[in-house]
C-alpha cells in the first residue's frame, strides 16, 4: 500500500507532502488543475521515462518519492530481498530529474537501474489511464491476469520444471556432438597435455611443502652455521654459556632463600628457565643433526618446482590448480573418447523431455483456455453496468507451437467489441482511453480477489459517461477499494462521492507564477467541492444538500 508521496519541483507543482492510506481515493478538480500531473509524477517515480520538461522552471532538478508498506506483500518483499533491496517491510522509492535531462532512481537508499526500478514498479502499483503505463495492453500482462485469475502456479511451475530438464538435455547432447565431432587429432592433443600432467604427479598441496623445503635446501649453509653459534650460546660454547650463567644464577639464589623465603618463586623461576633451556638445546641440536643439505636434493625439487610452473602457465592456472585441472581434462578426454556411444542415448533423452514438456505446456493451455472463457463472460457482465453496454471481451489463448519457452507456449490477446453486432478486434486497437480504463476497472473488479498487485490507479475512468452509468463505476470502485488501494482522478460527483478518501486538486498564481496544490478534505469540504462539481461556477443550498444526500448514500 502506497503510505507516503512527496513530489518537488516538478511541472506546476513546487512541493507537496501527502500522507495516504487504503480504500478509494479520490482526487477532482477543474480540468487543467494538473490532476494529470500527479499521476504522471507517480509513473515516473515507478520507472516510466524521464523528460527534463517535468523539472519546473528555474529549478534544476525535480525530485518524486514514493513509500510503500509491504506488511501484506510477501512477493515485493521476496523480490527485493533477492535483489540486496530489503529494508523489512519497508519500500522507499525515489527519482530525480535534472533540467539537462539526466534521471536517477534509488530503493531504499540504493542506486538502481531505471528499468530494475520499472520491474518493482509494476509489482507495486498498476495505473489504468491515457498514457503508456497501461498494462493492460501488454501481451505478457493480458497472460498473466488469465493465468493469475485461474491460479495456474502449480501448472506453470510443472512446465517450467520440464522446460529446464528439456534444456539441459539439449545442452548435454549439444556437447556430446560437438565431442564427437573434434576428431581424432582434438583428442590426441588433450591425451597430450593429459599425459604431461599424469608425468608430473603433482598431489594436492604437494607444491607449498616443495617451495617450503626448496627455501630451507637454499639457505642450509646459513642455517647450519647460525644454528650452531646459536647452540654454543646457550649450552657448549667455551667461554661461559647461557646454561652455565643459568645455573650460577640459580645457585646463589638457592643459598639466600634460606635467609628470605620471598625468594622461593624467583628460585623456582630460575630452576624452570633452565629446564627450558635444556630442552631447547636439545631441540636445536637434533634439528642441526638432521639438516639434509643434499645439492641434489634442492636441484630435484627446483626442477619440479619449475616444471609445476611452466605447465601452469600453458594451461593459465595457478600452480597448486595443477591437480584439479588434471581431474577435470581427464574427464573431458573420457567424454569425448566415449561420446560416440552415448549420442544416442543422448538424443533419446532430448526426446523425452521434450515430449514431457510438450505434455506440460498442453495442460497449462487447457488450463488457460477454460479460464479464458469465464473471465472473458464475467467481465463481460460487468462492462454492460460501466457505459459499455453491447460490449464484449473474449480472451483468445493460442498456442505458438515455433516459440517454446518457460512458461509454456502460450500467447494471450484481448479482443473487444465494443458494440453488438460488430467483429473481435484487438484491445489496443479499438478501445478509446476512456473505454480502456473501464475495460481495466471490470478486469479487476472481476479478479480482484487474487490481485497480486497491491495498489491501482484508474485515470478519469469515467470519461464520455454520466448519470446511473456514472454511480455505477463509482461503486464498482469502491468496492474495490475495500479490498486494495484505489486512486481515481474524476470528473464526476457520483464517482467522488463513493470515495473513502478525497483529495482536491486546484491551481493558483502567486507573484505570476502558477502553483498546483493538492489538499486532503473533510467530510464539510467535500461538500462544497461536490457541490461545484454538480452545480458549475455556482454553489447552492440545492447542490450542496444534493452532495450530502450522495456522500449518505455511498456510506
Known amino acids: 500500500m502506497l503510505t507516503h508521496l512527496r513530489i518537488k519541483d516538478f511541472a506546476l507543482i513546487q512541493e507537496l507532502d501527502l500522507e495516504l492510506t487504503g480504500g ?5 478538480g477543474e480540468t487543467g488543475a494538473g490532476k494529470s500531473i500527479l499521476v504522471d509524477a507517480i509513473g515516473l ?13 528555474g529549478k534544476e532538478r525535480a525530485e518524486i518519492s514514493v513509500e510503500f508498506d509491504l506488511e501484506d506483500d510477501p512477493d515485493t518483499r521476496a523480490w527485493l530481498q533477492e535483489e540486496e533491496l530489503d529494508d523489512e517491510d519497508q519500500c522507499l522509492l525515489r527519482r530525480t530529474i535534472s533540467r539537462q535531462g539526466r534521471s536517477r532512481a534509488y530503493v531504499n537508499g540504493h542506486k538502481v537501474p531505471v528499468q530494475q526500478l520499472k520491474r518493482l514498479g509494476e509489482q507495486l502499483m498498476d495505473i489504468h489511464g491515457q498514457h503508456e503505463h497501461q498494462s493492460l495492453l501488454r501481451g505478457k500482462t493480458q497472460l498473466a491476469l488469465v493465468d493469475q485469475y485461474g491460479d495456474h502456479q502449480t501448472a506453470i511451475e510443472a512446465a517450467d520444471q520440464a522446460w529446464r530438464q528439456w534444456q539441459q538435455a539439449r545442452k548435454q547432447l549439444a556437447q556430446l556432438e560437438e565431442d564427437a565431432g573434434g576428431g581424432e587429432s582434438g583428442a590426441e592433443f588433450l591425451r597430450h597435455q593429459v599425459r604431461e600432467l599424469e608425468a608430473l604427479e603433482l598431489a594436492e598441496g604437494e607444491l607449498e611443502s616443495l617451495e617450503n623445503e626448496h627455501e630451507r635446501l637454499r639457505h642450509g649453509g646459513r642455517l647450519l652455521e647460525e644454528g650452531q653459534q646459536a647452540l654454543g650460546l646457550a649450552f657448549e660454547g667455551e667461554s661461559a654459556s647461557a646454561s652455565e650463567l643459568l645455573s650460577q644464577a640459580l645457585h646463589r639464589v638457592e643459598a639466600l632463600v634460606t635467609l628470605d623465603s620471598r625468594l622461593e618463586p624467583i628460585r623456582a623461576g630460575f630452576e624452570q628457565a633452565g629446564i627450558h633451556l635444556d630442552e ?14 643434499d645439492p641434489a636434493r634442492l636441484d630435484w625439487v627446483a626442477d619440479r618446482i619449475g616444471t609445476a610452473h611452466e605447465l601452469a602457465r600453458k ?35 532430448v526426446a523425452a523431455a521434450e515430449k514431457a514438456w510438450w505434455s506440460q505446456a498442453d495442460k497449462l493451455n487447457g488450463l488457460r483456455q477454460k479460464t479464458a472463457k469465464t473471465l472473458s463472460d464475467k467481465v463481460t457482465q460487468v462492462m454492460q453496468g460501466l457505459g459499455l453496454d453491447g460490449g464484449k471481451l473474449s480472451i483468445q489463448v493460442e498456442a505458438e507451437a515455433e516459440s517454446p519457452r518457460r512458461g509454456g507456449a502460450d500467447s494471450a490477446q484481448f479482443q473487444v467489441s465494443m458494440n453488438a453486432g460488430q467483429p473481435l478486434r484487438s484491445l489496443a486497437r479499438v478501445a478509446s482511453g476512456g473505454e480502456l480504463s473501464r475495460i481495466g476497472l471490470a478486469i479487476q473488479v472481476v479478479a480482484a480477489r487474487r490481485a497480486s498487485i497491491p495498489a491501482m490507479i484508474f485515470d478519469e475512468v469515467d470519461a464520455g459517461i454520466g448519470g446511473g452509468v456514472a454511480e455505477i463505476v463509482g461503486r464498482e470502485l469502491r468496492r474495490l477499494g475495500s479490498r486494495c488501494q484505489v486512486f481515481c482522478v474524476t470528473h464526476l460527483p457520483q464517482v467522488a462521492s463513493q470515495g473513502h478518501h478525497h483529495f482536491k486538486i486546484a491551481k493558483s498564481i502567486r507573484q505570476g507564477e502558477t502553483f498546483t496544490q493538492v489538499t486532503p478534505l473533510a467530510d464539510g469540504e467535500r461538500v462544497e467541492e461536490l457541490a461545484r462539481m454538480l ?14 444526500e450522495m456522500m449518505e448514500k455511498a456510506g
Do not use: C, F, K, W
Open 24 to 28: 478509494l481515493n479520490v482526487l477532482t
Open 45 to 57: 517515480v515507478l520507472g516510466d521515462r524521464a523528460d527534463a520538461a517535468v523539472v519546473r522552471h
Open 280 to 293: 631447547a638445546a636439545e631441540s636445536l641440536q637434533r634439528y642441526l643433526s638432521d639438516l639434509d643439505l
Open 315 to 349: 594451461h593459465r592456472v595457478e600452480p597448486a590448480e595443477l591437480p584439479a585441472t588434471l581431474s577435470r581434462m581427464q574427464e573431458r578426454l573420457d567424454a569425448i573418447e566415449h561420446a560416440g556411444e552415448r549420442l544416442n542415448e543422448a538424443r533419446e533423452a
Open 535 to 548: 452545480g458549475g461556477t455556482e454553489i447552492t443550498d440545492t447542490s450542496r444538500d444534493h452532495a450530502r
